[in-house]
T-cell receptor
Framework: DVKVTQSSRYLVKRTGEKVFLECVQD?????MFWYRQDPGLGLRLIYF???????EKGDIPEGYSVSREKKERFSLILESASTNQTSMYLC??????????????FGDGTRLSIL | DQQVKQNSPSLSVQEGRISILNCDYT??????FLWYKKYPAEGPTFLIS?????DKNEDGRFTVFLNKSAKHLSLHIVPSQPGDSAVYFC???????????FGAGTRLTVKP
């Protein structure tokens, strides 16, 4: 079974802080994704990555950046946290860019509160 | 703009009956559709999928139907069980899944 592990289940930070959310997958997947989940809005894609050091913007990249230095690890960075970034953050991975029709596998999420 | 819409935020069904969850999409480039199930405090788990070349896919108690002309898909759960109570997300993507879009979710409650 694919295991996607997010380093923190709950996190509380203050406005203006730089926040790091970490995600690790153990199945040698090429693709990794960061979403946020908000009530009534479903999951919205922030950033994704096809490969090491590659990144692509999703629908809502403003205020975020990402880092993928190793294939198994994908970090989401809030450069200067704001209260509207309080949300549930979900990391996902999938097998490979050139393979069609693959589901994404999700971690258990990080509930981030910005005070 | 929400390209994938789940218009029912919640659904309540009696145990043993059929649950039908609906999903509409607007992007005609979508050709791969999925349903995910999410329990509280857990990430979404993949449930079932269907590609645009099919109109039905079945896996045990779960069946997904796709109506491409109406841009509509549905998930049928028969018979429904209390353990099926969760939030169900519909998702869709074009040729590769890197641009997957999710609906807002439908909370299913199956009453014993």
């Amino acid at each position: 079974d694919v295991k996607v592990t997010q380093s923190s289940r709950y996190l509380v930070k203050r406005t203006g802080e730089k926040v790091f959310l970490e995600c690790v997958q153990d199945m040698d997947h090429e693709n990794m994704f960061w979403y946020r989940q908000d009530p009534g809005l479903g999951l919205r894609l922030i950033y994704f990555s096809y490969d090491v050091k590659m990144k692509e913007k999703g629908d809502i990249p403003e205020g975020y950046s990402v880092s993928r230095e190793k294939k198994e690890r994908f970090s989401l960075i809030l450069e200067s946290a704001s209260t509207n970034q309080t949300s549930m953050y979900l990391c996902a991975s999938s097998l490979g860019r050139d393979l069609d029709n693959q589901p994404q596998h999700f971690g258990d999420g990080t509930r981030l509160s910005i005070l | 703009d929400q390209q994938v819409k789940q218009n029912s935020p919640s659904l309540s069904v009696q145990e043993g009956r059929i649950s039908i969850l609906n999903c509409d999409y607007t992007n005609s480039m979508f050709d791969y559709f999925l349903w995910y199930k999410k329990y509280p405090a857990e990430g979404p788990t993949f449930l079932i999928s269907i590609s645009s070349i099919k109109d039905k896919n079945e896996d045990g108690r779960f069946t997904v139907f796709l109506n491409k002309s109406a841009k509509h898909l549905s998930l049928h759960i028969v018979p429904s069980q209390p353990g099926d109570s969760a939030v169900y997300f519909c998702a869709a993507s074009p040729y590769n899944n890197n641009d997957m879009r999710f609906g807002a979710g439908t909370r299913l409650t199956v009453k014993p």
